[in-house]
Each structure stands twice: as structure tokens, then as C-alpha cells.
């Protein structure tokens, strides 16, 4: 059970995401804060794997203390009918499948990696309490552009390159089910692509081949 304090040295404006979307990412991270069972501190030992209800684990270090993925127990071992509570000054954090891991983990978008990389975006991308919808092309797409262009945008990443990066993302999560005929969606650039239903899905005339790619922080198209 971590503290208000714990809670308090979440980024800003984090904690105010989480309980405008509980169903969501609250749930994920509450669920990773319980296991079932009693388990006091004594029957705990160095290195133990904890399964938690939101399945995955968490590891106990007893080095200096007792500690839950690195959170100190500050009080252990309060008993009730139906458990025990220890608590912690930290706010346990599960991993997390974000736009970015979607992204890097496919074999279709190496140079759209190479790019976000180069750009410096991959930590925006990864971040799981941000809400992105990225259009991402994929390799065969960046191969029709005229030859020379992936390299000379590689070479400044800073410039024409984020711009044409952040044309691909919009702060929102849009499902496909979500988009209209004649749709306007406000990129991240500032300008808007715009959507058509004509036979398909098409963001600005580029078809959408394979759609709602979902990670806990919006959707990959």
C-alpha cells in the first residue's frame, strides 16, 4: 500500500489521468499493488517472485530492509480478517505495452524506428500515460519515397523530419471504429490529415492495412 506521499511524487498531472480513466490504467497499477494470500514479512525471502492479480510479479530484495521492486516497506505485517497490508513509499509501476513497443517490436517499421529514434521520440511514444494515435508507415511505404530522401532526413532530425513524424501522431486514441467519412484529426504538428471510408480506411489517401493495434497508451494503425 503505497502513501499519499508515493502517490505525491508521481509525475504532475499523472495521478489525475489514472482516476479520469479508472477502468483502465488505475485498475492495471491497483492490481499490481495485491497478491492473494497472506504473505507476512517473515515469509518472505531475497529474490522471491511475487505473482500479482494484475499478473505479473514483483521481486522482494531483503538487502537493508524489505523492498518491493526497489519501494521500501516502511510498516509491515498489519493484520486483518482478510489479509495484511504492508506499506510501501513508492508506487509500484507494471510494465507497460506502449505505441513505442508496438512499433520497435515489428518487423514491417525498422525505418520508422530508426527514424522516432533519431528524432528523439521514442521516450514520447513510450510514455504510458500519454494518449497517442500514430498512423505508422511501414518500410515498403518509406521505399516509394524518391531516393536519397530517408537519408537526408535522417541527417537532420531536428528539422523536416520530427515535423513529417509528428504529422503521424494525434494526441487522442482513435479506434478505427472511432473515425467518420470526411474526418478532420489534428496531428501533433499542428495540421490535420483527413479521413475517408471509400472503400477502406485512408488517412490523407495512404490506406490503413492493418488497424487498431491497441497498447495501454492509444492505438497503432
Avoid: R
Wanted: glycine share 10%.
Amino acid at each position: 500500500a503505497p502513501t499519499d506521499a508515493a502517490f505525491d511524487a508521481l509525475p504532475d498531472g499523472v495521478l489525475d489521468a489514472l482516476l479520469a480513466d479508472p477502468s483502465g490504467l488505475l485498475t492495471d497499477i491497483l492490481l499490481y499493488h495485491v497478491t492473494e494470500g497472506a504473505v507476512l514479512s517473515d515469509d518472505l525471502s531475497d529474490g522471491q517472485m511475487v505473482t500479482t492479480l494484475n499478473g505479473q510479479d514483483v521481486t522482494v530484495s531483503l538487502d537493508g530492509g524489505v523492498f518491493i521492486n526497489g519501494a521500501e516497506v516502511t510498516m509491515a505485517n498489519l493484520e486483518a480478517d482478510n489479509g495484511v497490508v504492508h506499506v510501501i513509499d513508492a508506487v509500484l509501476l507494471p510494465e507497460f505495452n506502449t505505441v513505442w513497443n508496438i512499433i520497435e517490436d515489428s518487423d514491417d517499421h525498422m525505418t520508422l524506428e530508426a527514424a522516432i529514434l533519431a528524432a528523439g521520440l521514442d521516450a514520447p511514444l513510450n510514455n504510458a500515460f500519454g494518449t497517442f494515435t500514430v498512423f505508422a508507415p511501414t518500410d515498403d511505404a518509406f521505399d516509394l519515397l524518391p531516393d536519397g530522401t530517408v537519408d537526408a532526413l535522417l541527417a537532420d532530425p531536428d528539422g523536416l523530419l520530427t515535423d513529417i513524424l509528428l504529422y503521424h501522431v494525434a494526441g487522442i486514441e482513435a479506434l478505427s471504429g472511432d473515425l467518420s467519412d470526411g474526418q478532420m484529426v489534428t496531428t501533433l504538428n499542428g495540421q490535420s490529415v483527413t479521413v475517408s471510408l471509400d472503400g477502406g480506411v485512408f488517412i490523407n489517401d495512404a490506406e490503413v492495412i492493418l488497424a487498431d493495434l491497441t497498447a495501454d497508451n492509444g492505438v497503432v494503425h
